[in-house]
């Protein structure tokens, strides 16, 4: 069983709507997480970093994180075609970049 | 502000040759990162340096190695290579090891 679990998708959803993506984790360690944007052909851009269990909002995109579930969310508003990229949950046990364990990647498309 | 770049962007290899990818951080950053990601296993994590030490290291053999320069440049080496070694191969750099980790575009390696 891998450390964190993503939906591979493909998810698919009109323009406008609001987008949830999520991931499980099983290390009780990790303390910080991470949504990572990623573009066919480029590298993973940081979308949200955030530590222990709570809410964090960036413009259209919220981070949840449940550590009593080992669950976290990523909520994207207002979805535009722009957003269709594959989106990772990244994780850790140590404090910011460290030996990330990241999920599969779960790949989005916004259709106009 | 310049991003991580890595070099060279693509590479084509045959199986058994070594090959050294290189990258450069963000300026003013002093923590690298790489990162192996292929379709099947996701991104995995190789190895982290800091101030020219390796820090960190992930689940790969020794053929896998790296360095860091003083300039803060690091330079990751495998040798012997094997058709699975085909893969993306992605830099992250961190302003230091508490701070979260910005990704290059990545190298494209296909082993024949």
């Known amino acids: 069983q891998k450390e964190v679990e993503q939906d591979p998708g493909p998810l698919s959803v009109p323009e406008g709507a609001i987008v949830s993506l999520n991931c499980t984790y099983s290390?009780?360690?990790?303390?910080?997480f991470m949504w990572y944007r990623q573009y066919s052909r480029k590298g993973p851009e940081l979308l949200m970093y955030t530590y222990s269990s709570g809410n964090k909002e960036d413009g259209r995109f919220t981070a949840q994180v449940d550590k009593s579930s080992k669950y976290i969310s990523l909520f994207i508003r207002d979805s535009q075609p722009s957003d269709s990229a594959t989106y990772l949950c990244?994780?850790?046990?140590?404090?910011?970049?460290?030996?990330?364990?990241f999920g599969q990647g779960t790949r989005l498309t916004i259709n106009p | 502000k310049a991003g991580v770049t890595q070099t060279p962007r693509y590479l084509i290899k045959t199986r058994g040759q070594q090959v050294t990818l290189s990258c450069s951080p963000i300026s003013g950053h002093r923590s690298v990162s790489w990162y192996q990601q292929t379709p099947g296993q996701g991104l995995q994590f190789l190895f982290e340096?800091?101030?020219?030490?390796?820090?960190n290291k992930g689940n790969f053999p020794g053929r896998f190695s790296g360095r860091q320069f003083s300039n803060s440049r690091s330079e990751m080496n495998v040798s012997t290579l094997e058709l699975g070694d085909s893969a993306l191969y992605l830099c992250?750099?961190?302003?230091?090891?508490?701070?979260?980790?910005?990704f290059g575009q990545g190298t494209r390696l296909t082993v024949v």
């Open positions: 290390n009780s360690a990790f303390q910080y």
């Open positions: 340096y800091f101030s020219e030490t390796q820090r």
């Open positions: 990244a994780m850790s046990s140590f404090q910011g970049a460290q030996k990330l364990v």
């Open positions: 992250a750099s961190s302003l230091n090891m508490n701070t979260e980790a910005f």
